[in-house]
């Protein structure tokens, strides 16, 4: 069977065992879950300097170049669907869409069909020549399914590498607005006595740490300081709104639900967080405001700007959206009953 060689050369620190060594370390362009990682390792797909390794716990060190074995894609069992598109920019190679709230990006167990992929497909037709082989989208990033915004997906093998590459580097410019419990300030001696946090010139507070799984709940990611992906978010507090505050944060890593795990960490998860929103947090202010940050039904996070290098044309390319009607209206909300 046709097969793509991808590399991971191990870096400082790496966990105990080989599967998890590759987990982290592994291009994120790749796409390979642990539990994908560990089905290819035990089926022979991985080695070592030519030497196969079949053992999920094998050693691995600092340096190590392990290739991988990815076998090609066959046709998808993917379907077309009628699904409508709020289409911000289009070519030959790519689009950019903003994604609503509630749209999963990409089918998967318990999510097999109503996907942006599922749109994608049926909006283009004809005219998508395919990724790795296959009739596809290319998805080079994503977003959580509850959160809005932009997101730019590749129509061809070249868009898809051209890309994934500078999501790999870290190149794309990605800007989120949110909405957070409480009001992060640069100054407070609390959040700059917290593990991981730096203040930048102009009261920027960049968190730095590594994520990982959580070790009770496997849905969850967690902060740690020992191994996990590095991660490096910066955050500016764009408007204090009482019991709340609108913030900005830029992604230098785009790891799984990384702002909402560091807005945590810093002790100002987002509203309407069902997973890190902490359960114990009352919302104050008026009565009006209570009840809105309350009952919000998501985390109050979008992603607002995306900007990269065409991958063929090698233009800039810069895309804004605005907030979506269920966060602006909780803004104005807020600023309403600001004292």
Not at 40 to 67: F, K, Y
Not at 158 to 186: K, N
Not at 206 to 233: E, M, P
């Amino acid at each position: 069977m046709p097969q793509t060689l991808v590399h991971v050369v191990i870096a400082a620190d790496p966990p105990s065992r080989l599967d998890k060594a590759l987990a982290r370390d592994v291009p994120e362009a790749a796409h390979l879950s642990r539990s994908r990682l560990a089905r290819l390792i035990e089926c022979g797909a991985v080695s070592r300097g030519g030497a196969m390794l079949t053992d999920l716990r094998a050693r691995v060190a600092e340096g190590d170049i392990i290739a991988v074995a990815v076998p090609d894609e066959v046709d998808s069992h993917m379907a077309p669907e009628a699904i409508a598109l709020d289409v911000v920019h289009e070519d030959d190679d790519l689009i950019v869409v903003n994604k609503p709230a509630g749209m999963v990006v990409h089918p998967a167990p318990g999510s097999p069909d109503g996907t942006l992929v599922n749109a994608l497909l049926h909006h283009f037709g004809e005219g998508l020549s395919g990724v790795g082989g296959e009739r596809r989208p290319g998805i080079v990033h994503r977003i959580d399914k509850d959160t809005s915004g932009l997101l730019v997906v590749a129509k061809t093998d070249r868009a898809h590498h051209g890309l994934a590459a500078q999501f790999a580097a870290h190149t794309a410019q990605r800007r989120y607005l949110a909405i957070c419990h409480g009001v992060p300030d640069a100054g407070s001696a609390r959040l700059r006595g917290t593990r991981g946090v730096s203040v930048e010139p102009g009261g920027t507070i960049k968190i730095t740490s590594g994520l990982d799984r959580h070790r009770h709940d496997r849905q969850r990611q967690a902060v740690t300081f020992t191994g996990g992906r590095h991660a490096v978010t910066r955050l500016v507090t764009e408007e204090a709104l009482g019991p709340a505050a609108l913030v900005s944060c830029r992604l230098e890593t785009g790891r799984t639900h990384q702002i909402r795990v560091h807005m945590r960490h810093i002790g100002h998860p987002l509203i309407g967080d069902p997973v890190y929103g902490g359960a114990r947090r009352a919302p104050g202010g008026p009565e009006p405001v209570r009840a809105a940050l309350a009952g919000f039904g998501r985390q109050a996070l979008h992603a607002a700007t995306l900007g990269f290098e065409h991958p063929v044309t090698e233009n800039a390319m810069h895309f804004e959206c605005p907030l979506p009607p269920d966060i602006d209206g909780l803004l104005s909300l807020l600023r309403h009953n600001r004292v």
